[in-house]
């Protein structure tokens, strides 16, 4: 057992992700698992409304009709085994499509269908317990769009045990997909946690797929071509470790850097990563290339998960519309933010003329002018930019007023107005509302070929709380004799990324030496400060020593995140790039070496 190794592709980030990625994997890698990750919140709530529309629908149909239907046949000769949350929130009519393709290709396939997430049915009796929600406080929704329970990986291995082929599932933890087939394959147990949690690291490495392999990559520059990507391939080892790889002859790039940044990308306190099997510390997690496009990964630590499933449900909370129109010339960012100023104005004053509520929110953003780094800006006088309106209202007639209203300013406003589309409709504001729920009180199911059976599932707790005050950081040293300033990208990676209406910023050092100034200079209040113009709570800083990492997580800074936000940026993906052009005292000599690197 000790010599054995699994090798997973990680072939989906999204429900809508390139389809490079499964053929690429089944064609060009010698893996034994083709793993998908295809679900975020948003993503329940629409195929929510697609199963109410249509109760066959609810699924990720491009994982059946494109990828599986182009696949199957070669899956099936190769031995390779599909795991997919591909589900959503209808996984046995995924499983029944699925069937049916397989079926015209003239393939036979034991599927497995993990049941257990959709706790739909039961919101009559969380609003009757007073449940409110976990981050705000708020009260449960009238009514809600879906509701379902991340689940861990131990009913994705039960199915792998029982010789399934294809595994399906609803909402689980996005590294599950992984972390299933791990334990399944080398037999880890409910309680050996620090491989539980070294085959979470590796799910959540792979789960965003290119990501790890060049994509979004703060030295993108070095990514010779993005146009056919590899996607990951891990190559896992019994006691937990495992390479970072991609297809040979693929475009893209692995290295410290790609990999590393992918650790910190959506996480919070990286001592206490939660996910159902177990509660991960990664603090000591360390990153080695292992020649070209390899990184081998090893150090994450394990203990004690809590007894509770983490409950994600949607509701719809009024409407929106964003508006987007091109001014060019002389003084367009003044032009621009006058157009959007009065379009705002005239629309109200209609609203008060038909006895319609104002705006519940509105966003006005110039972008072009750097309007996303507020008075970090450094530029002036833009020649061409996009103006850019979002508003919120609960009543559709007056998004159409707005709508209306916007499309005139092509005429009767500012010079060098163009780029007018149709007009923008109004969409449904969809909110999440998260809780907790005993594990024991959400059983879950498996049903192979229309049997079901339950699924045992550890559901003690014991989960000892955040180890982050234990972590022994590098020390905070300001510069020594004569410095110049540096943009911190010369010292640093930077990744980031969203947990609702709080933004995480993962920094790396680029050399050792780097560290301990970086710990002395990027502060939480000099990172607070720099982002005033959008974090309206506090950011606090949690140290990565085996990395020679820090990660903050700034507070109600997305303006309420996701599709509740009006943000240009509501997910917090140019948050790192933002704060990587921060300069840096450094001490000359330490400067002429990275500027020569």
Known sequence: ??????????????????????????????????????????????????????????????????????LVRDIKA????????????????CRDALQRVAEEAGVSLKVGVVLGDDLMARQAEFRAAGTHEMYSDAAFPDKLMSINAYLGARGIAAALAEGCEVVITGRVVDSAVTLGPLMHEFGWADDDFDRLAAGTLCGHIIECGAQCTGGLFTDWERVASW???????????????????KPRGTDGLVCFGSVAE?????????????????????TAVQMREMGENRVLVSG???????????????????????????????????????????????????FQQRNLADYSETRLEVLGSEDMYGSNSRLAGPREVVLRIAVKHPEKEALEIFAREFAPAGTS???????????????????????LVEKADVPVELDIEGNRRPVAIRTAGGFPGSASAEVRAV??????????????????????????????????????????????????????????????????????????????????????????????????????????????????AVAQRLVAA
Request: hydrophobic residues 40%; contains cysteine; glycine residues 10%.
């Open 1 to 70: 057992m000790s010599g054995k190794t699994v090798r997973l592709g990680g072939a989906s980030a999204f429900w809508g992700d390139s389809s490079l990625g499964a053929p690429q994997l089944v064609h060009g890698a010698e893996i034994d698992y083709l793993v998908f990750d295809y679900l975020a919140e948003l993503t329940m709530s629409i195929m929510a409304a697609a199963r109410a529309r249509r109760p066959d629908a609810g699924y990720a149909t491009d994982f059946v009709a494109i990828t599986m239907k182009q």
């Open 78 to 93: 190769k031995g390779i085994k599909v795991v997919s949350n591909a589900g959503g929130v209808n996984p046995l009519a």
């Open 227 to 245: 146009e056919n990507i590899g996607y990951p391939v891990a190559e896992v080892s019994a006691d937990g470790s495992f390479v970072i790889g």
């Open 262 to 282: 992918q650790l910190l990308y959506e996480i919070q306190d990286p001592s206490a990563y939660l996910v159902p099997d177990v509660a991960c510390d990664f």
């Open 300 to 350: 994450a630590r394990g203990r004690p998960p809590t007894s509770t499933y983490k409950v994600s449900a949607t509701y719809q909370d009024g409407l929106r519309n964003v508006a987007t129109l091109v001014i060019g010339g002389i003084d367009a960012d003044r032009k621009a933010r006058r157009t959007g100023q009065t379009i705002l104005a005239r629309t109200r004053r209609m």
């Open 413 to 435: 406003m500012a010079p060098g107005t163009t780029g007018l589309g149709g007009r923008p409709s109004p969409t449904p504001i969809v909110r999440l509302f998260s809780f």
């Open 475 to 588: 020390a905070a040293l300001p510069p020594e004799g004569a410095t110049v300033n540096l943009p911190l990208v010369r010292l640093a990676y930077g990744r980031s990324g969203d947990k609702g209406d709080t933004a995480n910023i993962g920094i790396i050092a680029r050399q050792p030496e780097c560290l301990p100034l970086l710990r002395w200079w990027l502060t939480p209040e000099r990172v607070k400060a720099y982002f005033a113009h959008l974090c309206r709570g506090p950011v606090e800083r949690f140290d990565l020593p085996g990395l020679g990492a820090m990660n903050f997580l700034l507070h109600r800074s997305l303006g309420g995140g996701g599709m509740a936000s009006l943000h240009s940026d509501n997910l917090a993906k140019a948050y790192a790039q933002m704060l990587l052009d921060l300069e840096v005292p450094v001490p000359k």
